[in-house]
């Protein structure tokens, strides 16, 4: 549901029932917290029953709890900052195991991704890449590293891919200036958002190239550009966001690219490793 959810809480105040402006007014002043509690653990909190939380989610016009719910998260992984989101996170694991938690939340992260991903969107993009003039690939900050892997292991199979730096902005329009019909922009994304590549992207549609966008949600800044939208769930992990499922889907990306062009790859695996024997570039003793 793409809205505002808090201004919209804000505007309906008065017309909620005491029990959901109680719920209501501890939203507007501890989002944060809400969005990571149970509905009945919120009711608790506020003080009314598990079904009086439940009916306000129905007033706001979710199908249930767990959609508002998600909605609401996604509003504070834009807005926290850092120091908020090591907040939260410490209040969702408490005092129990940090890496049984962590581990297991990354596997739902990839069970959940697998559930919602579009596979015809999935293997349309893969036809693009596969024949593109031109590959660009892109992701800023956090999100650069998943654009660093998918670059390296692309380069292994194409000639044709460009890995786009962005330490500043100018220098970034000066890398994609020459984009255009029938080249790809594979664009990586996940909270908090970078203005740098919401730009790159709208530019790549400006002059037609597809944009291949591998992000957080439909609401992601970037989603409004792609051609080929591939959502990954990449929920807090501390003061980050886990790239565990989004580095699923490179994988993948990555796997599905290479049948396409198995013969050639073949061929330049072979030359390559007739190259790293020859200059012994890996350790052999222990290969």
Do not use: C
């Not at 969005?35 to 608790?44: D, E, I, K, N």
């Not at 992984?77 to 581990?103: W, Y």
């Amino acid at each position: 549901m793409n809205r505002d959810l808090l201004r919209d809480i804000r505007e309906r105040m008065s017309s909620f029932s005491k029990g959901q402006r109680l719920i209501a007014s501890y939203i507007l002043e501890h989002y944060d917290k809400a969005a990571y509690l149970t509905a009945a653990r919120l009711g608790s909190v506020v003080g009314v029953s598990e079904s009086t939380v439940v009916r306000f989610a129905n007033e706001l016009g979710y199908d249930g709890y767990p959609a508002f719910q998600h909605s609401l998260q996604e509003i504070i992984r834009n807005r926290l900052t850092s120091f908020q989101r090591i907040e939260v996170t410490n209040s969702l694991i408490g005092d129990g195991n940090v890496l049984d938690k962590v581990l297991l939340s990354d596997a739902e992260k990839i069970r959940r991704t697998l559930e919602e991903i579009d596979h015809t969107s999935f293997e349309r993009a893969v036809d693009r890449i596969v024949s593109a003039k031109q590959i660009y690939i892109i992701g800023v900050r956090s999100s650069s590293s998943l654009a660093g892997f998918l670059n390296y292991n692309f380069r292994m199979i194409f000639d044709n891919v460009k890995f786009v730096q962005t330490t500043s902005g100018s220098e970034m329009f000066e890398q994609i200036m020459q984009i255009g019909e029938g080249d790809v922009m594979i664009a990586i994304s996940f909270p908090r958002y970078s203005k740098r590549i919401i730009n790159a992207v709208e530019y790549a549609g400006s002059k037609r190239a597809d944009v291949v966008a591998l992000t957080d949600s439909v609401q992601s800044p970037i989603a409004e550009y792609a051609d080929h939208l591939l959502i990954a769930q990449s929920d807090m992990a501390s003061f980050v966001d886990s790239l565990v499922a989004p580095l699923s889907i490179i994988n993948a990306m990555i796997v599905a690219v290479s049948r396409r062009k198995q013969e050639e790859l073949t061929k330049r695996l072979q030359a390559l490793e007739e190259v790293w024997d020859r200059y012994d570039v890996y350790d052999k003793k222990h290969g």
